[in-house]
T-cell receptor, first 115, second 115 residues
């Protein structure tokens, strides 16, 4: 079985400060890891993914995430937060073999960026 | 690229009626599409995996006779909620797997309200 944990329901950051949204995972194999963002009453937008290779993955809108196999983590980061980054962020995992396999989502973390 | 649309974006219906939701991949062919349900302030719950030209695979606890899925072409999957009841009110989101990028792309969601 595969699972994803997002330990923080909400993260509050001041605009211009760096942000981190935490994610840890559990799979019995090599993971594919994803971050998605959801704005109110909207579907999910793909931000970035890790499949293999460089542990630091860069994605859309200046976001990046670092895959840490020993800590089974895939934290989302951004050097300088914007108010427009305020949204709901989901981490997801599937086993290597692609997303024809089922994605398992975390419970989501609400990011609130204030002026 | 990799755009997924859903129609309608919101629908209100009377109890006992059926509602059809369409999910289309606009600029790629998707042999696999997924249907999710999202409750308020909750994560996404996978309902079923839709494979073009074959029967959908439903998750445990999801009634296949109530949630009919048809994936008749490589760009279209439909979810029909039959004999809808107020407890079926929810936000339904589809995704389509883009094979070249091995990533799921999500539609904007459909808000269903059953009176």
């Amino acid at each position: 079985a595969q699972s994803v944990a997002q330990p923080e329901d909400q993260v509050n950051v001041a605009e211009g400060n760096p942000l981190t949204v935490k994610c840890t995972y559990s799979v019995s194999g090599n993971p594919y890891l994803f971050w998605y963002v959801q704005y109110p009453n909207r579907g999910l937008q793909f931000l970035l993914k890790y499949i293999t290779g460089d542990n630091l993955v860069k994605g859309s809108y200046g976001f990046e995430a670092e895959f840490n196999k020993s800590q089974t983590s895939f934290h989302l980061k951004k050097p300088s937060a914007l108010v427009s980054d305020s949204a709901l962020y989901f981490c997801a995992v599937t086993l290597t073999g692609g997303t024809a396999s089922k994605l398992t989502f975390g419970t989501g973390t609400r990011l609130q960026v204030t002026l | 690229g990799a755009v997924v649309s859903q129609h309608p974006s919101r629908v209100i219906c009377k109890s006992g009626t059926s509602v059809k939701i369409e999910c289309r991949s606009l600029d790629f062919q998707a042999t696999t599409m997924f249907w999710y349900r999202q409750f308020p302030k909750k994560s996404l719950m996978l309902m079923a995996t839709s494979n073009e030209g074959s029967k959908a695979t439903y998750e445990q606890g999801v009634e296949k006779d109530k949630f009919l899925i048809n994936h008749a072409s490589l760009t279209l999957s439909t979810l029909t909620v039959t004999s809808a009841h107020p407890e079926d009110s929810s936000f339904y989101i589809c995704s389509a797997r883009e094979p070249d990028r091995d990533t799921q792309y999500f539609g904007p969601g459909t808000r269903l309200t059953v009176l």
